[in-house]
């Protein structure tokens, strides 16, 4: 009887101490998910774009809420800091913001809704909703930072990717996974050529990212230059120019992220951002807010060391896994190929296609210049015959368009040079097979057999 009593004795000893345990880890995990608790700032001066509080302290990219007197919080993040004072830029308009206002830091990151369910959609630089077909259904959400791969485990840009436009698939072809500059002024057809890339492209999914347009072309894009075929597949954030400068940068960064998101899932996607150099004017913006001291043209040099940020992430994945070919329009200024972002994605792009003012006024769309255009990976991807046929086109075009004003004053004569004869006896031919129109696919195949039929056999 002893014995049995002393074996009750320790058995609730041990359920005693199970549950002691159990409680003391239960309290511990309380614990472990209280925050650390952040002191409040006051807003001591606004500046243009910036705001600057004191004794507010947050990290590079923090976020804050600024309570005015209308009761509605201004969002807000962090752009940077000098001794004690924090230098905010805001999300919206700060009206209804005093001194002295309350700053409440926010301890949640940024994050937006990736997966499945934005397919059709179109989201805002925080990944909210703007086509009105109600919340975006998302099981998985992501941070907007990324995660490099390492260069020497990306795969390398080896198979020839089809956009559906002549002039490209032949003559500057497309590889998967690579990252091309569409350069132009305004007015030169930009949107009508990402349109059609956007309707005949072969990916999985394509994104567009529509940083710094005016509304209405946000709206003639989705509506009218997408047809129901390529919206189904296509994810489309829009950030219109009277966005603040911080939503230009997140709108971009955002597009980015839902790409690397399906990338990670192994498909292929197409990424369009439209355009970089808003986004670049955006950082702009905030650099000379916070009072960075400009290098080129008002730009300062955290503009420039952003691009390569941003452009990087895009590419193809580990070799096995999903690729973003991306294409990135950049606003020639002035028609300045010279521009300083011109110049700063020329570098760091692997390629361009530059569209031509002048090739526009004649009414041949797409306004491809050839002899000014480049595709880097080409040679990896095509044939020696398709490579020779290519080169010889280039070789014809710039020929002629060196010769144009010999020819428009009469000058010209027939036998004087073998070379520039052939250039004006092909010209009206390979003018005609730069032309296509909007609505018209051409496949990479076909682009390829009607350049070698049509310079196939030529020296």
């Given amino acids: ?45 606004l500046t243009g774009l910036t705001l600057e509080a004191e004794g507010l302290r947050l990290p590079i990219g923090g976020r804050a809420l600024i309570h005015g007197e209308n009761g509605d919080p201004v969002a807000a993040e962090v752009v940077g800091f000098q001794n004690e004072r924090t230098f905010l830029m805001p999300e919206e308009a700060a009206a209804g913001l005093i001194p002295g206002a309350r700053i409440e830091p926010v301890d949640t990151q940024r994050e937006i809704p990736v997966g499945d369910g934005l397919l059709g959609r179109v989201i805002d630089a925080n990944g909210r909703p703007l086509d009105g077909q109600g919340p975006i259904r998302a099981h998985e959400h992501s941070t907007l930072n990324g995660r490099p791969i390492n260069p020497l485990e990306r795969a390398p840009v080896r198979e020839p990717l089809d956009v559906g436009v002549r002039s490209i698939n032949g003559l500057l072809s497309v590889g998967r996974g690579q990252r091309l500059g569409l350069f132009a002024g305004s007015g030169v057809g930009k949107s009508v050529l990402l349109g059609m890339m956007t309707r005949h492209t072969e990916a999985d999914v394509i994104v567009v990212g529509l940083i710094g347009e005016r509304g209405r072309e946000v709206n003639e ?15 489309v954030v829009a950030v ?16 980015t992220t839902v790409a690397e998101s399906f990338r990670d899932r192994g498909l292929n996607v197409l990424l369009l951002m439209d355009s970089l150099t808003r986004f ?22 955290s503009v420039f060391a952003r691009l390569p940020q941003l452009v990087e992430r895009a590419g193809n994945g580990n070799v096995g896994g999903g690729s973003i070919t991306a294409f990135y ?82 000058a010209y004569r027939k036998g004087a040079d073998p070379h520039l004869d052939d250039a004006v006896a092909m010209h009206e031919r390979l003018e005609a097979y730069l032309a296509q129109g909007r609505e018209e696919a051409i496949g990479f195949g076909q682009a390829r057999d009607e350049l070698l039929a049509l310079l196939g056999g030529a020296a």
């Avoid at 894009?221 to 994810?235: G, M, N, S, W, Y």
């Fill in 1 to 45: 009887m002893s014995a049995r009593i002393d074996k009750l004795h320790q058995e609730g000893r041990e359920r005693l101490e199970h549950g002691l345990l159990d409680r003391l880890q239960q309290s511990r995990g309380r614990l472990d998910r209280v925050h650390a608790p952040q002191s409040e700032g006051r807003l001591s001066r």
């Fill in 280 to 301: 670049a004017q955006g950082a702009r913006e905030i650099a000379m807010a916070i009072g960075e001291p400009p290098a080129s043209k008002g730009y300062a040099a």
């Fill in 221 to 235: 894009f989705i509506h009218e230059i997408l047809d129901a075929e390529a919206r189904r597949r296509t994810v």
């Fill in 240 to 255: 219109p120019a009277d966005q603040s400068p911080l939503l230009r940068q997140h709108g971009a960064w955002v597009a």
């Fill in 329 to 410: 329009t950049v606003l020639a200024e002035g028609d300045d190929q010279n521009d300083p972002i011109v110049d700063a994605a020329r570098a760091i792009l692997d390629g361009h296609v530059v569209l031509s003012r002048e090739v526009a006024e004649t009414g041949r769309y797409p306004a491809v210049d050839v002899g000014a255009s480049i595709s880097r990976v080409m040679s990896a991807l095509i044939a020696p015959e398709h490579e020779k046929a290519a080169r010889r086109f280039r070789d014809l075009a710039s020929t002629y368009a060196r010769n144009r004003d010999l020819i428009a004053v009469g």
